[in-house]
């Protein structure tokens, strides 16, 4: 008899003298995620027993959890039973994909070629690095630039692709200058482990302890141990000035041209442009003399998208169309194909007088007028932005294959149990290889359980057939328009709001707490009640019709801080209030470039879709301001002074975003 059996049976006698009941199968998946997050195997060994013997629908995830629980003691042929009982299912990809994590770490190459041929999302850039590591291993050349991009695409600092750079290492394919090329990515993207790592790889451990300190404390490194040359030791000394970058672009600056003027021409080049970028996510009228400094010193520097990003909008914001498009152009080729890129393409290319050639590259994005740039490309042209034609009405089998499609059903059965983090792993999962009707059957099977999370972002994956009811849908239609006629907003603002905000999810909590459709904070929403004459309990939070009251009056509070401004009223309501008002300030600037302009990633993004939800309901609705421009609004720019009390500013509707 097996240990593993052993096991199990004394779980369900200890269980069984205990007098515990045995678990309910409404909740059994509920009870396995909890004994999973506790690590209580145990328990797990009882569910998934009773899972078997109910024959339960989720008892692949039963099995899931406890396989991933103990998944140091596994061995291969459980693991390959386990793929037999749920072949296709999402558990058995998800689980193929911990197991791969596994065999790499175990250096099981055999095993892992094995399982990895039947690996179907392949999404997991650590896996990617076992699999260049496996052909490393097992005799395969893999080619220096292929390893090298596999590394440089991983931001943490994970043992898989860790492993392959040492291999590297070790065969002579990454020298030196690739070791440091991975530290300062790694130091522009704020992630001090993955540096570590890549300087560790150097083998030399003063190095090592050098590094320690600079990210300990950069400026006492810079004024006690930094120095010019050796290249180890000027590669060190641009850390620690990019670091102070970080906090100080101004003092960084002003050190790297007084001080250290004797480093490397290029590493002097990589300083200035961590200047330029910290100088424009502080939106510094100087930001591009600072990337204007690194093209003097190195004009051949590679530079990473993310820098070229904040080049190109530090140019837009100053008038630049030439700067802006030099960044553009250097852009890797995926990100030259977004369309942000496109359309700021297209508008330097205005801004330098050729307007024929920038009208066909706005009419080319104005062919998709669902998209923000595309919208705002065709509102630039004047072109019109009607709503796409309604696709056929979905057949009796479309409507049938949605219902019996065992991973969809599975899904939301999952988010039924409350378990919503696995439910949408196994309906995204369920989708692939789907075409548009199906999608569309999928859908309106979510629509039609008031699962509007997975109802719009199913839709929105289709390519012909759009159905504009699925990825705009109006629930709790009449209490959202009472509401807003109630604080005098426009109802298609709010809808866009909501989309982005919680999909429409009642009971939508957000990492920092923010709840219920409109995602209103705890201390905002008591605020708003005491300025609205509203109680307010926190259980209230839920309610639906007390989340849309306070979330309205909240935001008609904002937008009247704002004259009405929309773009500033989505930026306050997802950032603050005080930040918004601090974007606002310096130069008077095109809407569109101050939008772009917005350091917070979040809040960049926020801005778009919002204002897009805005126009698109305001046609589904009926209503005006259909162009994204009049939502937008023509040009942003400091505040005329106010006279009320700037200390009962209203406070942040969603906790504040993540720059």
Known sequence: MSGRVLASMLALWVAAASGAPAPAASDLAVQAREAWVKRDRNRLAVFVDTARTQSHPLAGWVE??????????????????????????????????????????????????????????????????????????????????????????????????????????DSGQFKADTLWSKARLASEQSRPRAARQAVALLAAK??????????????????????????????????????????????????????WSGLPKDLQAWVWAQVGQQSALRLRDDALSAFDRARKLAPDLELSDDILAWEARAALRAKAPAAALRAIEQMSAAEQRDPAWQYWRAR??????????????LAALATTPLNYFGRLAADDLALPTPLPPVPAPLTAEERRAARSHPGLQRALRLIDLGLRSEGVREWNFSLRGMGDRALLAAAQEACDREVWDRCINTSERTRTEIDITQRYPTPHRAELMREAQAAGLDPAYIYGLIRQESRFVLDARSHVGAAGLMQVMPATAKWTARKAGLDYRAELMHDRDFNLRIGTHYLKLVLDRFDGAQALGAAAYNAGPGRAARWREGPVLDAAIWAENIPFNETRDYIRKVLLGGAVYAQVLGLPATKLRERLGNSVGPAARRTDDAGDAPPAAVGGASP
């Not at 330097?348 to 590259?361: C, I, V």
Request: with cysteine; net charge neutral.
């Open 64 to 169: 899931y959890f406890d396989l991933n629980a103990r998944l140091a003691d596994v061995r291969q042929p459980e693991m390959d039973a386990f793929y037999a009982r749920y072949p296709g299912s999402y558990v058995e990809d998800r689980l193929r994909n911990d197991w791969l994590l596994e065999l790499g770490r175990r250096r099981d190459w055999a095993n892992f070629r094995r399982d990895h041929l039947n690996f179907q999302m392949r999404d997991d850039r650590e896996v990617a690095c076992y699999v260049l590591l496996a052909d490393h291993m097992g005799g395969t050349k893999v080619s220096a630039d292929t390893a090298r991009a596999a590394w440089m695409a991983q931001k943490d600092g994970d043992e898989g692709c860790l492993q392959l750079a040492s291999a590297m290492v």
């Open 206 to 259: 003063p190095l090592d302890q050098k590094l320690a300190e600079l990210q300990d404390n950069a400026g006492r490194y810079l004024t006690r141990k930094a120095r010019t040359a050796p290249r180890n030791e000027a590669e060190l000394t641009a850390l620690a000035l990019a670091r102070v970058a970080s906090n100080d672009p101004d003092q960084a600056g002003s050190v790297l041209a007084q001080k």
């Open 348 to 361: 330097a290319t205005r801004m330098q007088g050729d307007a024929a050639a920038a009208r066909a590259q």
